[in-house]
């Protein structure tokens, strides 16, 4: 199910955006007038895009859809008015803020929900990608780190060392991390 959060100061732009967002297959979709509640609403629920129709109340919007692309994994959508477009879009994009300028059109508006939804998919799993990496390597620098307690301090080849953990993993079925560890709390001074 596809989540979709509008904030909008006007009724007419929430009925508008929440067709068009029905039209994009966005079962679940929030409303709200204001930034402040819709920073309420960003802390309990997870959504997969925020449509933000400028001006708010509070605020031009700009930095609400600025709050958004950096405190929230869903994709933003900022719409201005077209003479704002320029200078919006010089604010926020290099932040995956796509701006869009009004009056909505139907197909530039299916377009702009299509790439931001693959934007958001695409940059996620490389995120998640980056992640398991990183474990990873944290993971390796563990294990370098027990062989090389097992060099210094039982005299092992670095092959003996690595076929110990491998062993030891094996044996009482841990992981090689796991057996690292324990080498680590044994030897290390």
Known sequence: MKRALIVSKTESGIKAISSLLSGEGFSDVACTVSADDAKLRLSSFGFDLVVINTPLDSEPGLEFALYCAKKTKAAVLLIVKQEKAMEAFGIVSSFGVLVISKPLNKQLFHHYVSFAQGFRE???????????????????????????????????TEQQAHSYIEHQAMNMRKSKLDIAKQVIRTYQN
């Open 122 to 156: 695409r940059f996620f799993s490389q995120n998640d990608e980056a992640e398991k990496l990183k474990t990873e390597l944290e993971e390796m620098k563990v294990i370098g780190r027990a062989k090389l307690l097992l060099i210094q301090c039982l005299s092992m």
